[in-house]
């Protein structure tokens, strides 16, 4: 990069163009540095211009080029003192790379108060969403639980009613047994009495008094126990008359508790439904999340791409002070130079056994490619 | 507990997005500065699942990093991951021939990072 400095060299007669340009660009120069370059024989100067017959003007010229034998490649310096230059690029270095390690250092706090800002959207809403996950399913669980209790317990008391209906049934028949039971024994004392009643005819006196004493109390026994027996006969017959119904409407129960369990499992289905379209829902949602947060880390990578391509702008202002120092004739070595770039930024290591030409990335950003 | 991942990179902030990326997938993450740090992470975690590694690094690059790596036969199973600005066909051969299992070239993307960590680490 010859960005300093500009070599002699012969110029073939096509080359008035550059001559001249290189010529004002060098003034140029000289007014940009702020010193007045000493006249120098080595110097390009422009020849005087023939405006009337260009043709032998450039004749001219060519005459004027090929007497100044200048030997090819020389250095002609551009300052009065070199080392000033070299100063001021070793400066401007430091300069320009305290700002990038500042932008560096800035970009990345930043950058990492973003990333951290992003990992705790994220957990909270995981968190959120699995909390949300686990109270649904806890009242879920706890309803079920609580729906399944009460409807088994409805039903065991509704079969114990049953049961129990059953056996007044049961025992009503029993009853009504024994009262015929009783209706039977109550004619015999009837009989009795009847009997008792002839007897004290057939003896008279004193003993068929008696016997006729005993046969009316027989006769009040046996017509009690009658009556008696009747009004047990007309209430056995009376629970027993109501007992079918009592089992009818039992037996209905049962069969509309079993229609509202039937309805009570259809509701939890539908509940466990729901819960799970909820759950995918919210795992979607935390899905969505990370995509969008990965989406967010990849776009804060840009800092890093940034500041490395930044600190590429040290190298090539390395090889611009060596190569000042050479045209310069300043003797540092490339330590010396390196040594203007370290306590700024790190050093990292030239790839310089790289294939020529081989600049280019051959692949595009976030492909990967697996050996 | 996940399995462990040795993220290196002199940038705090690319670790931190791998860090990030990878932890939310259910890994555990473990981070270097340079390849020298790298090196020794690998020595003393021995459960390190999979390396991630940018190349240019001071001190140690990746390159030299993935090769220190390789040369212990214990190491020789274990997959290390290139993610770097660079892409040059001659850094990704080189980074094959130390031994390196792929090459991402920044800015990642998230997701797919973590599927290929997934895949290589399954």
């Known amino acids: 990069m010859n960005f300093f400095w500009w070599k002699k060299e012969t110029l073939s007669p096509d080359c008035e163009d550059l001559q001249g340009r290189l010529s004002l660009e060098a003034q140029s120069q000289q007014t940009s540095n702020g010193k007045a370059m000493p006249p120098s024989e080595e110097s390009f100067s422009m020849p005087s211009k023939d405006t009337e017959n260009p043709g032998k003007q450039m004749k001219a010229d060519m005459e004027t080029i090929a007497m100044q034998e200048t030997p090819a490649a020389e250095k002609i310096p551009i300052c009065e003192d070199p080392s000033i230059l070299h100063n001021m690029l070793s400066d401007f270095r430091k300069h320009v790379n305290g700002q990038i390690q500042t932008a560096k250092e800035i970009s990345e706090k930043e950058i990492l108060c973003i990333g951290d800002c992003v990992n705790k959207i994220v957990n909270h809403a995981r968190e959120y969403i699995d909390q949300s996950k686990n109270t649904m399913d806890h009242s879920f669980s706890e309803q079920s639980t609580a729906m399944e209790d009460y409807l088994n317990y409805s039903r065991q008391t509704i079969e114990t009613q049953s049961n129990t209906v059953k056996n007044a049934l049961s025992l ?10 009783v209706d039977r024994l109550a004619g015999e004392a009837k009989l009795l009495a009847l009997n008792a009643t002839i007897e004290a005819a057939r003896l008279g006196g004193s003993s068929g008094k008696a016997f006729g004493v005993i046969s009316e109390e027989m006769n009040h026994l046996s017509n009690q126990i009658a009556t008696t027996n009747g009004m047990i006969g007309d209430t056995i017959k009376a629970v027993q008359e109501s007992l079918p119904s009592i089992m009818k409407q039992t037996t209905a129960q049962i069969e509309k508790l079993e229609t509202f369990m039937g309805v009570m499992d259809q509701l939890k289905k539908n509940m466990g439904d729901d819960l799970s379209t909820s759950n995918d829902a919210g795992n979607t949602h935390l899905e969505m999340i990370m995509s969008l947060a990965y989406a967010a880390l990849s776009h804060l990578q840009y800092q890093d791409p940034m500041i490395q391509n930044l600190q590429k702008i040290d190298y090539l202002m390395k090889d611009l002070h060596e190569e000042l120092n050479q045209g310069l004739n300043i003797n540092d070595t490339p330590d010396q130079i390196k040594q203007t770039q370290l306590g700024c930024l790190p050093e990292y290591q030239h790839h310089e056994d790289l294939d020529e030409g081989d600049t280019q990335n051959s692949q595009n950003s976030g492909e990967i490619v697996l050996f | 507990m996940g399995k462990q991942i040795l993220v290196v990179d002199d ?14 997938a259910g890994f555990e993450i473990i981070e270097a500065a340079d390849g020298n740090e790298g090196v020794s992470a690998v020595d003393q975690h021995p459960s390190i699942a999979m390396v991630i590694s940018d190349v240019n690094m001071p ?45 991402i070239v920044k800015p990642f993307n998230a997701g797919q990072l973590v599927a290929t960590v997934q895949k290589l680490t399954a």
Request: proline letters at 4%.
């Open chain 2, 59 to 103: 001190n140690m690059n990746g390159l030299e990093m993935v090769s220190a790596i390789k040369k212990k036969p214990a190491n020789k199973a274990l997959p290390i991951l290139m993610l770097t600005t660079e892409g040059q066909p001659s850094l990704i051969k080189q980074a094959k021939a130390a031994g390196a299992v792929g090459w």
């Open chain 2, 11 to 24: 940038s705090a902030a690319i670790r931190q997005q791998v860090g990030l990326a990878l932890a939310q």
């Open chain 1, 172 to 181: 009503s028949n029993q009853i009504s047994e024994a009262g015929e039971a």
